[in-house]
């Protein structure tokens, strides 16, 4: 971030991280994907936030109008239903018409405006800690990546695993899923636990299957629902029918975050979730796992993603610390 800071000529950077966005940059420019065409605003990445919001506000508010004064025009043409005369059927097609020019040029809702509403399968129910680690070790020939590792989780609860990179959160989450086992310690499980995973490579998907074909295996639902739900994740109309291969590694992201809930995990495990994700996409997975009320596991190099999800506990590695995580709201801590 320093070294583009001081770079002294034309720099063109394509980045998530909010942080170098707000302290490097003095112009964005955003691809519409509605218009299909670049939105250039002026100063660094919160300028923009606030910039777009206000012209997105009364983009909704026109729509709003728009949709209302369609509503009416409807409401009117009900009441020409009589109309038997040559001038009356001549007004009725006037109107009609003109409806359905308006309605075919209404602008489409910005996506920010969305707002998922869902209800979420019920979890499995489980015991009161679904999992239990107890000195925990585990080396790759001479290189030991955990050493004497202690960890549990309570049912609900939600931690956010910690460390650097090779500090082993991948090798302690691969022993929790029981892919791998330690060299030493003692894993216990509750017999009901039902364990959720997401992960960067993308194993659980069939890339010659489409959208709707991934989402019909998983979860026995009505299509109507499934695509409902394939809507409220940006997936809509024809893109249902796209080839999962084909999508961007946000859109596997987002595919694979909805696959996991809607079904009925007590416990998911999301290693780096964000790594694909532009801010939109963030946000939209954000909202839909706040809903989410099995237990959690987190791994996100973005703060701003672990801090709205609000875990009880953050676990570091390879420090082997468990800490309880307060929330102030005014004077009082939660």
Known sequence: MNF?????KT????????NLLDTKVDKILEVNIQ????DEY???????LKLKEDKEALLVRHIRIQEQHIRQMKEGLLK????????GIRIKLMVQRRVEELEENLPAMPPAAKKIKMKLPEPVWVGEMPIMAEHLSKAYGNKKVLTNVNFDIKR??????MGPNGAGKSTLIKILIRLITPDEGEMVFDEKIKIGYYSQEFEMFDFDKTLLETMKDKCQI??????GLLGRFLFSGEMVFQKVGSLSGGEKTRLAIALLLVQNYNLLILDEPTTYLDVLSQRLILEALKMYEGAMIVVSHTPEFISELKPSRKFYLPENRMELVQYYLGNNCL
Not at 4 to 8: E, I, M, N, S
């Open 222 to 227: 009505e299509e109507r629902i499934i695509r």
């Open 11 to 18: 720099l063109i950077v394509v980045s998530h991280d909010l």
């Open 42 to 48: 002026a100063g660094n990445y919160s300028s923009y």
């Open 4 to 8: 583009l800071g001081r770079y002294p």
């Open 35 to 38: 218009t299909h065409k670049i």
């Open 156 to 161: 609900g609860e939600r931690i956010a695993l």
């Open 80 to 87: 020409m239903s009589h109309f038997k005369s040559k001038k």
